[in-house]
């Protein structure tokens, strides 16, 4: 059929329009795609690279080396050491179950430790090497490298290990390292990818705990290339770590050594503070344990040994734990009253033996009394009457105002475990805690540092040093950091009047001094190096109306559980104090007779920087300090044997 002009015009123009219409959409769509190919290609091509690279080439961390503790003479606390080891690659191995077999002829395999490698073995790529062997000897290294060829897919290798060469002395101070555990993980909110390293090893507890980022340093790295299984082909390059800061501690660890043999047998505690700056020079807990065993992981019979020990071992009682500090308080009551005027050294109390308060009878230690007792006195005999009347007389806030002001009820910051903050009570503490109401026998009980008050050994000690400088004296634990000093801990004065300072060190230099008290058995023979202290003991205990009139049972005659803590502190040489010294003894008994004497021989071998020579003690008792003291030697030479077999 034919079509009339006007019909074929209107055809070609709708046929025009449509082709222009795809023929701009396909120009369009290929301008778009010249576009995207061009960003791609030009604009994006470093990163297109860089993936691509990536898929080939992969980075892996480094450890860096971990930084070493010193005590303040430059000898070792903790050092890498070099621990070799036996590792196995299964599909280089073949048969694993003979090549084990084989390796098992060469050296002794630990069964436990085989068989967790056997599991991880299983779990891991076959291209991944896993540890067969750990911590094995020069010898057995030696061995399996000559028969290298014998075994398939067994390579020896070496790496760094942290090892503590005083043992158990620095135990609680240094603490030790052990790998790294999910809990571990859970409580940092952005780990170090450092810590997701197999068997990488952290600080647990102590000094490598509080000091874990400055110690760890800095991973390097290393570029390998793999291929498409994520097998590593060839290494491109390295950049080494940057090794952690290196400590050094104010701890003296010969006297730390001496002070742990000078207590060994007892559950006690002892510090030794520099009067002068606040270097802690020991800082000791007894018994303790061998830090060695944690770095690799402890045994489940041996872990189970320190938890049943009822001596408590694994705690660090010079800061962890704390004790009523019975009549060590009393200076506290005493400056507490002479400040605010509320006595004067003068002034006296009568002791028949008891006091009443508020209808109960507040005893003195001595059942006969002390008769009139003044500030010089009461110190001297440790009178408990004549701290209950001042202590009434002042009130609870006051001498809880004093007690802070000397150290009690303070958190010191020290790069231990759970430091403790002790506590200097209140009437609104006692009133937030317990919802009561303060009592005047709380009062009573608290002139003499029974009831609510707790103070841990290292505050005594920091007390002690107060008192003897009038000083604000603070513990200082790290002297210096890669060669760079530390502030130290000398503090500004206390605003005290130095008078009642005086009277109060008067009173303390009597206790160690006059015939007549309670230390004086164990006083200093050198009249240079005299010093003095304050005993203390501290009852867990109560006791009955029934068993004080039938006579209240000696220590000795009570379980150990049950006996009263002894205490001690003292500073010297009193004209010129050097050191102050606490030390406490758990369930001791009376603190004349079981803290002072270690205490007194503690502060001697300080001022000494060795055994103290024979005449620094009281003719009668050269005897008895001449075996002890080779008994000790003895201790030390084992030690030095020990530490040089492991070097």
């Not at 009568?350 to 007792?373: D, I, M, Q, S």
């Not at 008050?453 to 890669?482: C, D, F």
């Amino acid at each position: 059929m034919k079509r009339n002009p006007k019909e074929l015009d209107a055809l070609y123009r709708r046929t025009g329009r449509r082709a222009l219409l795809v023929g701009g959409l396909q120009l369009a769509f290929a301008g778009g795609l010249a576009l995207r190919m061009r960003y791609l290609q030009v604009e994006e091509a470093d990163k297109y690279r860089l993936l691509a690279e990536e898929n080939r080439i992969n980075i892996r961390l480094l450890p860096p080396a971990r930084g070493r503790i010193f005590d303040r003479n430059g000898t070792i606390l903790a050092e890498n050491t070099p621990s070799y080891r036996v590792v196995i690659v299964r599909e280089d191995a073949g048969d694993v179950a003979q090549v084990v077999a084989d390796l098992g002829r060469l050296i002794e395999l630990d069964p436990q430790e085989l068989e967790d490698a056997l599991e991880e073995l299983e779990r891991s790529a076959p291209f991944l090497p896993v540890t067969l062997a750990d911590r094995v000897s020069w010898k057995d290294i030696s061995r399996v490298a000559v028969n290298a060829p014998a075994l398939p897919g067994i390579t020896p290798q070496v790496g760094l290990t942290r090892h503590y060469p005083r043992g158990a002395s620095f135990a609680h101070v240094v603490g030790y390292v052990g790998p790294v555990s999910d809990y571990d993980l859970s409580r940092i909110e952005d780990p170090d990818p450092l810590l997701r390293i197999p068997r990488f090893q952290i600080g647990k507890t102590g000094v490598e705990a509080k000091r874990e980022s400055l110690l760890r340093g800095k991973a390097g790295a290393r570029r390998v290339e793999v291929n498409a299984a994520g097998r590593i082909m060839r290494e491109l390059d390295r950049r080494e770590g940057e090794p952690g800061a290196d400590l050094q501690l104010t701890v003296d660890a010969d006297l730390q050594e001496y002070v742990h043999a000078r207590l060994q047998g007892q559950s006690a505690a002892a510090v030794v503070i520099d009067c002068e700056n606040g270097d802690l020079r020991a800082i000791a807990s007894t018994p303790s344990f061998d830090p060695n065993l944690f770095v690799r992981g402890i045994s489940v019979a041996d872990y189970r040994a320190l938890l049943e020990d009822p001596y408590r071992p694994l705690a660090a009682k010079a800061v962890q734990d704390t004790y009523p500090p019975g009549s060590t308080f009393k200076m506290v009551t005493a400056l507490a009253a002479l400040e605010n005027a509320a006595t004067t050294p003068e002034d006296t109390v009568y002791c028949p033996g008891f006091l009443e308060v508020a209808n109960r009878r507040f005893h003195c230690w001595k059942r006969g009394g002390h008769g009139h007792t003044d500030l010089l006195k009461s110190l001297e005999q440790s009178c408990d009457v004549y701290y209950y009347d001042v202590a009434l007389r002042v009130g609870i806030d006051r001498i809880a105002e004093m007690a802070r002001k000397l150290g009690l009820g303070e958190r010191f910051d020290l790069p231990m475990s759970a430091v403790s903050g002790g506590l200097a009570p209140t009437r609104e503490w006692k009133a937030e805690r317990y919802g009561k109401d303060w009592l005047i026998g709380d009062t009573a009980n608290s002139a003499i540092g029974q009831g609510y008050v707790l103070a841990s050994p290292l505050q005594l000690a920091v007390m002690t040093a107060r008192i003897a400088t009038g000083r604000s004296v603070t513990p200082r634990l790290i002297r210096s950091i890669n060669g760079v000093e530390q502030p130290t801990g000398t503090g500004v004065s206390l605003g005290l009047n130095e008078n009642n300072l005086r009277q109060v060190r008067r009173g303390m230099f009597a206790v160690s001094n006059n015939r007549r008290g309670t230390a004086f058995r164990s006083r200093i023979a050198e009249k240079e190096l005299r010093m003095a202290g304050k005993t203390g003991t501290s009852q867990v205990r109560n006791i009955t109306a029934a068993e004080r009139a039938a006579g209240v049972t000696r220590n000795e005659d009570l379980p150990w559980e049950r006996r009263d803590h002894a205490l001690f502190v003292c500073f010297a040489p009193f004209d010129a104090p050097k050191y102050a010294v606490a030390v406490v003894v758990e369930h001791g008994g009376g603190g004349s007779r079981a803290a002072a004497p270690p205490a007194r021989d503690i502060v001697l071998y300080a001022l000494y920087d060795g055994m103290p020579p024979l005449e620094a003690y009281p003719e009668a008792e050269r005897s008895r300090v001449k075996a002890q003291q080779e008994r000790i030697r003895r201790e030390q030479r084992r030690r030095a044997t020990v530490r040089g077999d492991r070097a």
